[in-house]
């Protein structure tokens, strides 16, 4: 799949892995609505993004509330639905929720560890590898 025009959903997207992952689906011509449970970062993500001429959101949403999920869900229905879903800084299990609430049939890919050698960068460069050759509903989940 090119990611070329697709929408990326990146949950934890405003510090760390999901930045840099976030970051390298704007340069990869992905848009890319950034979820964090801390809005001011996730705007500051979202802003640095634009810089890649991509269309960029961001949203306050903390990935332990299941009403916050539905919202992010119905955001990402206004914006013609999550092709591809990013979710960091939670367990697998709430990962698979998190998919769950975000796509109709979602097909979780990988389940990465946040301590690849290199950090964020490295993780990042696997996720985004995962993606550019994976199907629309496609999860992956970084914990």
Do not use: Y
Not at 36 to 57: C, F, I, K, Y
Not at 79 to 90: F, N
């Amino acid at each position: 799949m090119h990611l070329r025009w697709k929408l990326c959903v990146v949950l934890g997207g405003g510090t760390g892995v999901g930045h840099e992952v976030s970051l390298r689906l704007a340069r990869a011509g992905a848009g890319v609505l950034v979820a964090d449970p801390d809005l001011t970062l996730a705007e500051e993500t979202a802003a640095a993004l634009r810089g890649n001429r991509v269309s960029t959101w961001s949203i306050e949403v903390d990935p332990a509330d299941d009403r916050e999920l539905e919202l992010l869900a119905a955001r990402a229905r206004d914006l013609g639905g999550a092709d591809l879903v990013v979710v960091t800084g939670v367990t697998p299990a709430r990962g698979k929720d998190v998919a769950a609430a975000l796509l109709a049939e979602p097909q979780l890919v990988g389940v990465l560890a946040d301590d690849q050698p290199g950090g964020d960068a490295r993780t990042a460069i696997a996720v985004v590898d995962l993606l550019g050759t994976a199907d629309a509903g496609t999860v992956v989940v970084v914990a």
